[in-house]
């Protein structure tokens, strides 16, 4: 405790001596209180930071758990490899896919030709057809030709069944029927000369021009 005999009088001397001690003895306090505070606040630091790590420790455990039974040293082989050819994947990936559409165009392209072929559809027309009929069918996951309508069920021809590249094309006949030769032509008729022979001409050339309308009126002319 300072001296304070400098004071002579002896009652001042006394109440400084009191004043010091009481703010010793609070500074001791303050004191006291603070470590407590720092003390607490770093057990519960420590005591998140442990929950901290007992949750990573879980979590890893259960994660190598998920990994029983395999060969650590295949595993890192099999990931150096899928690193270091990652981009070589992707790119054959992309290529697969790309041959699988190339692949199902032709099957499409494939049905829709021999359907039209075997319907005897003009050879010009063919090819027409067949550009039709990929925005009509696909390939179920059996590979084989299908049609869907909007709602995704089988599509239904003109005649109430199931539509196949045989019957679109029969439906073809309704909805472009230049695609096919006249019902009656020079061939059909032997050579014969006459007004048969000129509608025969006729409906040919309207065929050529694709004018359905005029088509379709000629040939129901009687």
């Keep these: 405790m300072p001296v304070f005999d400098f004071i002579e009088n002896t009652e001042q001397r006394e109440k400084a001596e009191n004043l010091h001690k009481i703010e010793v003895d609070?500074?001791?306090?303050?004191?006291?209180?603070a470590n407590k505070v720092t003390t607490e606040e770093a057990v519960a630091g420590l005591k998140t930071k442990n929950a901290e790590i007992l949750d990573e420790k879980k979590t890893l455990s259960d994660n190598l758990k998920k990994f029983e039974g395999y060969d650590p040293e295949a595993v890192k082989v099999a990931t150096d490899f899928y690193t270091k050819n990652s981009v070589n994947l992707t790119a054959a990936q992309k290529s697969s896919n790309e041959y699988q559409g190339l692949f199902e165009s032709k099957?499409?392209?494939?049905?829709?030709?021999?359907?039209?072929?075997?319907?005897?559809?003009?050879d010009?027309?063919?090819?027409?057809?067949?550009?039709?009929?990929?925005?009509?069918?696909?390939?179920?996951t059996n590979k084989m030709i299908e049609a869907r309508d909007a709602e995704g069920k089988l599509a239904i021809s003109s005649d109430k069944k199931v539509l196949t590249t045989?019957?679109?094309?029969?439906?073809?006949?309704?909805?472009?029927?230049?695609?096919w030769p006249p019902s009656q032509?020079?061939?059909?008729?032997?050579g014969k000369i006459g007004p048969e022979s000129d509608k025969a001409t006729k409906l040919q050339a309207l065929a050529d021009a694709g004018d359905v309308t005029a088509y379709r009126a000629m040939r129901d002319k009687k």
């Design 107 to 122: 099957v499409i392209d494939d049905g829709v030709r021999a359907a039209a072929v075997k319907a005897g559809m003009i």
């Design 26 to 33: 609070q500074l001791t306090v303050d004191l006291t209180n």
């Design 166 to 179: 045989e019957n679109w094309v029969e439906d073809l006949k309704e909805t472009s029927p230049h695609y």
């Design 124 to 140: 010009t027309a063919v090819e027409d057809a067949v550009l039709r009929g990929r925005g009509v069918f696909s390939l179920d």
């Design 185 to 190: 032509g020079a061939g059909a008729t032997g």
